[in-house]
């Protein structure tokens, strides 16, 4: 089947923004969400944004979503190297399941 | 609050032996439980899922076992650990659907 796709790795400089981008494949999905994987941990859920919304802001992230073009995006602001992590989206496809894209990489440079 | 367990953190295992890794929740009932393993530098691979007591789906043919004998207790096994085994395993659980919160992770390294 398809995958969700995420790109492998962004390098930002602290205080920059970042934008994490996320391809996913089920057009009637339900909730989207991003996680945060630090190293060594489990995944911390950050955000989450319902099919029926274009945009979702909480304090320094925003999530975007393009349901035209399966398109879900989530901006960092004021990038901190505490933010370094692996970023995971997700969405929920039904069948109690949630499919996860491939992770992305963000190495904070001070 | 809900609280999610697993133990236990690190495992070092000779290939041949059994395995055994539990993972419990507190603070809910009757709640999704899942399985995952993470390779070194890779996404995530959904194992098994349950939605109850005895009930296991599982997702990918593999050397691994679920069994969840209670509401909020979920149990990963093998008979006889394989090389590729090796990985971080990461339990979840969800109210019946929608958002899933992840437990600390298993790291098991396979000799």
């Known amino acids: 089947g398809e995958d969700v796709e995420q790109s492998l790795f962004l390098s930002v400089r602290e205080g920059d923004s970042s934008v994490i981008n996320c391809t996913y494949t089920?057009?009637?999905?339900?909730?989207l969400y991003w996680y945060k994987q630090e190293p060594g941990a489990g995944l911390q859920l950050l955000t989450y944004i319902f099919s029926n919304m274009d945009m979702k802001q909480d304090q320094r992230l925003t999530v975007l979503l393009n349901k035209k073009d399966k398109h879900l995006s989530l901006r960092i602001a004021d990038t901190q190297t505490g933010d370094s992590a692996i970023y995971f989206c997700?969405?929920?496809?039904?069948?109690?399941?949630?499919?996860f894209g491939t992770g992305t990489r963000l190495l904070v440079s001070p | 609050s809900q609280t999610i367990h697993q133990w236990p953190a690190t495992l070092v295992q000779p290939v041949g032996s059994p395995l055994s890794l539990e993972c419990t929740v507190e603070g809910t009932s009757n709640p999704n439980l899942y399985w995952y393993r993470q390779a070194a530098g890779r996404g995530l691979q959904l194992l098994f899922y349950s939605v109850g007591i005895g009930q296991i789906s599982s997702e990918v043919p593999q050397n691994l076992s679920a069994s969840r004998p209670q509401d909020r207790q979920f149990i990963l096994s093998s008979k006889k650990l394989l090389l590729s085994d090796s990985g971080f395993y990461l339990c979840?659980?969800?109210?019946?659907?929608?958002?899933?919160?992840f437990g600390p992770g298993t790291r098991l390294l396979v000799l």
């Open positions: 089920d057009s009637s999905s339900t909730y």
């Open positions: 997700a969405e929920n496809t039904g069948f109690q399941k949630l499919v």
């Open positions: 979840a659980w969800t109210p019946q659907g929608q958002t899933q919160y």
